[in-house]
């Protein structure tokens, strides 16, 4: 197989709440865990929806194509619903990937939208507190780098709360701490 540079897409989505960048204080992130017959990461975790551009597809056009095609979220491909970004432009290069990636954010109208998994994308999902996600990546990359399977430079960055929640935020159970992240996703995040 070939390593080849191509564009894709990041994408957060949140319910009800749009993403506000300027504000620490975020929404709820879908969280998904990827279908075990997927051909590259197969039964890990992903903070975004993502995809590779079409020849020729804008990056925005392939974000609504992406959340309508995984989530079912067929809301995005209205161009009169606000697809915030983009966001941030970085280069994922890896030994297996090799992308341009665009990252946007798409706020579902739970009034008039539901989650709709494509069996062949997506084996679990479900809206999770930002900072859950934020421990649980933290986990995920030190899993990772203890292994000596961390894609990105030694030591890996890590957030403030090291892997743990703090005390004001309460989640159902504990399996976010066994959360394995797409490490692509991880080296963006």
């Keep these: 197989t070939f390593n080849i540079l191509h564009r894709g897409i990041g994408l957060f989505v949140t319910k009800d709440r749009p993403m506000d960048p300027a504000k620490s204080d975020f929404p709820d992130l879908y969280v998904h865990r990827r279908a075990s017959t997927k051909r590259i990461f197969p039964s890990l ?4 929806v ?13 974000a609504r194509r992406e959340v309508a095609e995984e989530l079912g979220l067929s809301g995005a491909l209205n161009d009169d619903k606000e697809m915030m970004g ?12 090799r992308c341009v990636v665009t990252f946007f ?12 998994w494509q069996e062949e994308e997506v084996d679990w999902g479900q809206f999770v507190p930002y900072t859950v996600i934020v421990a649980a990546a933290d986990r ?3 899993r990772f780098a203890s292994n000596k399977e961390w894609p990105g430079t030694y030591p890996p960055i890590q957030s403030e709360c090291n892997g743990n929640l703090d005390e004001a935020t309460k989640y159902p159970n504990d399996d976010w701490k066994e959360w394995d ?9």
């Design 45 to 48: 975790y992903d903070m975004f």
């Design 50 to 62: 993502g995809g590779v551009s079409l020849a020729g597809e804008a990056a925005e056009l392939t």
């Design 86 to 97: 983009p966001l941030l432009t970085c280069t994922v290069c890896t030994a297996y990937n």
């Design 105 to 116: 954010s798409y706020c579902m109208d739970s009034d008039s939208e539901t989650v709709t």
């Design 140 to 142: 995920s990359i030190q």
């Design 181 to 189: 992240f797409v490490p692509d996703g991880l080296l963006v995040w």
